[in-house]
């Protein structure tokens, strides 16, 4: 009895231990990114087509939080998701009125129209997760 106690606060430790490393290392990419001034421009945009394709990871939030993207060009954003069971599957684009279910793996594309300069923002239903992407 004594030795199954330890063992199941041994199993919760290192889930515990677990998780903050998960969340503490997509932390640091991001800040890493951002700190470097690079603000990821471009790492996560493919041109296709006269088209631009802005890819958005998606699990316990949107990733990379902040994208610097051209202005003035047909725009689409590009979830992807890979066994993503948190909220961020509802996704929400409030300056375009949209709100989408995403699958829980694979690929969806919201076609935002030619971009204006400015930010444009999205989020998860509950406002919880959010993302950014510049358009200069
Ligand atoms: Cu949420």
């Known amino acids: ?3 199954k106690n330890i063992i199941i606060s041994i199993l919760i430790t290192a889930m515990l231990v677990g998780g903050a490393i998960f969340f503490v ?3 640091n990419n991001s800040d890493m990114n951002v700190n470097q001034g690079v603000l990821i421009s471009g790492d996560n945009i ?3 087509n006269g088209r631009q394709i802005i890819d958005i ?10 994208t610097v993207a051209k202005a003035g060009i047909p ?12 909220c961020s599957l509802s996704v929400r684009l409030p300056s375009e009125g949209i709100r989408k279910i ?3 793996t694979g690929s969806s594309d919201i076609d935002i129209g030619t971009s204006t300069a400015g930010q444009f923002f999205g989020t998860c239903g509950m406002g919880m997760y959010s993302f950014e992407i510049d358009f200069n």
């Open 1 to 3: 009895m004594e030795n």
């Open 25 to 27: 290392g997509r932390e």
């Open 46 to 48: 493919l041109i296709e």
């Open 57 to 66: 990871d998606v699990k316990g939030g949107y990733w990379p939080r902040k």
């Open 75 to 86: 725009t689409i954003i590009r979830f992807k998701t890979s066994s993503t069971f948190d």
């Open 102 to 104: 995403l699958p829980q």
